[in-house]
């Protein structure tokens, strides 16, 4: 019986679980918002109100994000490129197969990574997982999530949860 069990959950799991096509991190990555601050000498830029960055497929929406950039060779020029985007307020972050939820986000642009952080739920399909944080490789599709300690999470108890929903006979 227990071993019944696990194989459907094995069944469930891997449709949750399937890889997302890999991101070309050297894509451009577009951003609006209703505001923008610049901070050449801290080489960032605040971007404030409905912010919306995309990169190829892939989307993160947020109340406020910080863009980090590296300083070009000019006077006043923004820079080379970006390093990471810190998303704050209600992160959602969306590929064409899964949609990612948090309170804030950090998007490391060299090691394509996400970490999203407090009242995670990474949803694919109709399958459903909550936690408090998740590292996302965008390179490798892995995904990690943890359970934390539950401190004030409105989507878990300190342990990861998952509703896994049985796909169609078709």
Do not use: W
């Not at 399937?18 to 080489?43: F, G, M, R, Y």
């Not at 109100?49 to 892939?58: E, F, L, R, Y």
């Amino acid at each position: 019986m227990k071993h019944f069990l696990l194989i459907i959950l094995a069944l469930f799991c891997a449709p949750a679980l399937a890889q997302t096509p890999k991101l070309d991190s050297k894509q451009p990555i577009e951003i609006s918002a209703d505001n923008l601050e610049v901070l050449q000498e801290q080489s960032k830029a605040i971007f404030t109100g409905n912010v919306i960055a995309k990169q190829g497929s892939i989307t993160m929406r947020s109340a406020n994000m910080t863009v980090y950039y590296e300083k070009g060779g000019e006077a006043g020029s923004v820079g080379k490129g970006i390093n990471k985007l810190e998303a704050q307020g209600s992160v959602v972050f969306t590929t064409a197969a899964e949609t990612a939820q948090g309170d804030t986000a950090i998007y490391n642009v060299k090691t394509d990574t996400i970490d999203l952080v407090g009242n995670v739920v990474l949803t694919r399909e109709r399958n459903i997982l909550k936690g408090t944080t998740l590292n996302y490789n965008l390179a490798t599709g892995r995904s990690v999530l943890n359970g934390g300690s539950g401190g004030g999470s409105k989507t878990t108890s300190g342990r990861v949860r998952g509703l896994f929903v049985p796909g169609d006979s078709k």
